[in-house]
């Protein structure tokens, strides 16, 4: 079973070269989509001088959503079998890479999700921001991901398929979720350890509005 790591890219130029040596590690091919980074994310990237690594770049901002797409349509056309989506920011741990491994290549899952650990460290409104998502896809999609809005997991070529998705920006995760619900394919989580070297960033209360709005509209035309 071929499986490429996607990394979408924006203005992560501090934490960039450690996330590709860590996960280089795990002898995956990788794939890294810079989303029209304004720093030097992109000489970051190149530095590292990866043999199995494929850098690709927008040429301005599209968004998270639309960066996983191009990376999503690269690897798949390129002979993947699965792919595992993992943030460029050091929050995912390459040490995780094995337990998504383990799940694609049983044949049992299409997704798997990864969920992280809301014991320790994690700020209050991005717990509370995710419990409410929790809750509300089940409600209008019959779907209970323990952890929404994680950017860490993973999906067979087959799974992409059905579940290519139309949000360019953060509401990816949610839309990824809705259409789990809608399709039906069997999914599992596991479970993921978390850093959170910036506290601040991320989906913001009108990324979160933003989704809202999304999700009442994917009730009817998904």
């Known amino acids: ?36 980074s304004s720093d030097s994310s992109a000489s970051a990237v190149q530095n590292t001088r990866l043999k199995n690594l494929v850098f690709l770049k927008h040429k301005v901002n599209l968004g ?9 349509d690269y690897v798949f056309d390129h002979g993947a079998n699965a792919a ?35 014991t320790y460290g994690v700020p209050l409104v991005r717990f509370l921001g995710n419990k409410f998502a929790s809750v509300l896809m089940s409600m209008t999609f019959k779907v ?24 360019p920006g953060y509401g990816v995760e949610t839309e990824i979720v809705a259409r789990v619900g809608r399709s039906q394919l069997p999914f599992c989580e596991v479970p993921i350890g978390t850093v959170y070297h910036d506290k601040v960033k991320g989906v913001t209360i ?6 809202l709005a999304d999700v009442v509209g994917w009730k009817f035309t998904l």
């Open 206 to 211: 009108l990324d979160a509005f933003g989704i």
């Open 144 to 167: 209970y991901v323990s952890d929404v809005l994680c950017g860490f997991k993973g999906l067979t070529k087959e799974a992409y398929e059905k579940l290519r998705w139309n949000s």
């Open 64 to 72: 998270k959503g639309a960066a996983m797409k191009t990376g999503a």
């Open 1 to 36: 079973m071929k499986i490429f790591v996607v990394i979408p890219l924006f203005n992560e130029e501090k934490h960039i070269a450690k996330v590709l040596k860590e996960v280089s590690r795990y002898k995956l091919p990788i794939v890294v989509i810079d989303d029209g």
């Open 84 to 118: 595992i989506f993992m943030d460029s920011d050091g929050q995912h741990q390459a040490a995780d890479l094995p337990k998504f491994i383990k799940m694609v290549k049983s044949g049992k899952y299409d997704v798997v999700f990864g969920s992280r650990n809301y």
